[in-house]
Nanobody, 113 residues
Framework: QVQLVESGGGLVQAGGSLRLSCVAS????????MGWYRQAPGKPRELVAR??????NYADSVKDRFTISRDNAKKMVYLQMNSLKPEDTAVYYC????????WGKGTLVTVSS
């Protein structure tokens, strides 16, 4: 069983930055995929970024603005978000895939114009 807890969301002005953190408990290894998804009101959940064994990939909408990183010893994954836009407003969910899919409860990011 894996539990994921996010932190770091909040209200920020357009052009600002936030750093999201997610701590995992349970069996998580460096080769397991971890990542971030988001869901804006009235829209489906979408991939933001994911990382596995050092390999990363990003949604086109966040490339060159967001950076995902990971500390395997601490079982943590981070999302550094720069140059935030109002359209980045969403609930951001931490995700891990290890013998099943696991999700955190989400953290709200609101970007004001």
């Amino acid at each position: 069983q894996v539990q994921l807890v996010e932190s770091g969301g909040g209200l920020v002005q357009a052009g600002g930055s936030l750093r999201l953190s997610c701590v995992a408990s349970g069996s998580i290894f460096s080769y397991n995929v971890m990542g971030w998804y988001r869901q804006a009101p009235g829209k489906p959940r979408e991939l933001v970024a994911r990382i596995s064994s050092g390999s990363t990939n990003y949604a086109d909408s966040v490339k060159d603005r967001f950076t995902i990183s990971r500390d395997n010893a601490k079982k943590m994954v981070y999302l550094q978000m720069n140059s935030l836009k109002p359209e980045d407003t969403a609930v951001y969910y931490c995700y891990a895939c290890t013998r099943g899919d696991y999700w955190g409860k989400g953290t709200l990011v609101t970007v004001s114009s």
